[in-house]
């Protein structure tokens, strides 16, 4: 599987029909909310993703520069993000992905972004980049299914989607991870670099003599999303636990996994959004 061929041509990455109709509602308003506006954009990994592209693009003379939704609703103006907006419900929302079961995908993005948040918070990290970067990391999964659906399917018979070694089993098969397919958007979409960096680094935090925070704190918080849902014990746990990376953050498995206790029976249209 090849990254270049992954992203030689658009993919329509789906936006959830509920936070496109919320959008738009808000949007329609004489005065929108910009807390309102983060509070929506926060909950779907799609349309925020658009959002910060649409942010860094040239028009605006920031390219690499606006890491957090906040900080890219000031800069678009409303037309602009009526215009996101409506391509994604032209788009006609969210139908399916092949192998993906969205609202499950979206809960485990939202989880793993208040994750990151906090963590970052905790290492002086800026949190409002975490949050934005854990929410999108997952969409390589998306394109990897819409172009490569076979080689996907081939692979969810040996790794569920959320499955804590996902991200390993898609380098032995193909030498390429979803996050790494992310970074390849956002390289495109030109984010800034640190959010490039971490996406890609995100299975292997420490490479380099150069490595990344942020990298680690997705890392970190992905590790800790998965195997909650994967329901493993206490052993399983501390055998798991990424502890050269928690390390170099300064953070051990009990930090990780007190932070912002996350209530698995809570669907995720009824999670808090940022």
């Not at 989607?161 to 089993?169: N, Y």
């Given at each position: 599987m090849d990254l270049s061929d992954l992203l030689?041509?658009?993919v329509f990455l789906p936006g959830s029909p509920r936070a496109v109709a919320l959008l738009s509602a808000e949007l329609a308003?004489?005065?929108p909310g910009l807390r309102r506006l983060a509070q929506l954009f926060a909950a779907d990994p799609a349309l925020t993703a658009q959002l910060l592209r649409e942010a860094n693009a040239p028009l605006y003379q920031l390219s690499g520069r606006i890491g957090g939704i906040a900080e890219a609703l000031v800069v678009i103006a409303p037309q602009r993000l009526q215009a996101l907006v409506a391509a994604a419900r032209s788009g006609g929302g969210a139908r399916a992905v092949p192998g993906i079961e969205l609202a499950q995908f979206w809960s485990y993005s939202q989880q793993t972004a208040r994750l990151a948040?906090?963590?970052a918070a905790m290492v002086r990290y800026n949190p409002a980049h975490a949050y934005a970067a854990a929410l999108v990391h997952g969409l390589g999964e998306w394109v990897i299914h819409l172009r490569a659906p076979l080689s996907?399917?081939?692979l969810n018979q040996r790794s569920a989607?959320?499955?804590?070694?996902?991200?390993?089993?898609q380098l032995a098969a193909w030498h390429l991870t979803y996050a790494q397919v992310t970074a390849g958007l956002a390289r495109d979409w030109q984010y800034p670099q640190a959010l490039v960096d971490g996406l890609r680094q995100m299975h292997n935090p420490?490479?380099?003599e150069a490595s990344e925070p942020l990298a680690g704190l997705l890392h970190l918080a992905a590790w800790c999303v998965r195997a909650r849902r994967a329901e493993l014990g206490e052993r399983e746990l501390a055998v798991s636990f990424p502890a050269q990376v928690g390390l170099a953050l300064g953070l051990d498995m009990d930090m990780v996994l007190q932070q912002q206790p996350i209530d698995w029976s809570r669907p995720a249209s009824q999670?808090?959004?940022d």
């Open positions: 030689a041509t658009p308003a004489p005065a948040r906090a963590l996907a399917a081939a989607l959320l499955d804590p070694d996902r991200a390993f089993e420490l490479q380099g999670a808090d959004d």
